[in-house]
Nanobody, 126 residues
């Protein structure tokens, strides 16, 4: 299962960006995405959770982004979005999407796994 992240770029402080993460598989199995989330890694820092959404509709956000970022999903397209508003210079990082998934063949469970996207750079200038 591959994740394709997009939407990063350069924005001024106070601006907005929308990241997208699309999951796909080249096999003939049916893909079911369970949880999808976004993480970020700033230079010299460890990767940290930004937001994660379970298929049941529970979404958890890092305290630093609550009220500014919104994670949404389109389960029909196996895609997650991260709307980022009121961006701050400290939001500058490479953003990675992540998904826990299952596949099914002829209605029967096939396999499970976790995939990461390739990362998309968000730079917020002051």
């Amino acid at each position: 299962v591959q994740l394709q992240a997009s939407g990063g770029g350069l924005v001024q402080a106070g601006g907005s960006l929308r990241l997208s993460c699309a999951a796909s598989t080249t096999s003939s199995a049916h893909l079911r995405i369970n949880s999808m989330g976004w993480y970020r890694q700033a230079p010299g820092k460890q990767r940290e959770l930004v937001a994660v959404d379970t298929r049941g509709g529970n979404t958890n956000y890092a305290d630093s982004v609550k009220g500014r970022f919104t994670l949404s999903r389109d389960n029909g397209k196996n895609t997650a979005y991260l709307q980022m508003n009121f961006l701050k210079p400290e939001d500058t990082a490479v953003y990675f999407c992540n998904a826990d998934w299952n596949t099914f063949r002829d209605g029967t469970y096939d396999e499970a796994g976790r995939s990461w996207g390739q990362g998309t750079l968000v730079t917020v200038s002051s």
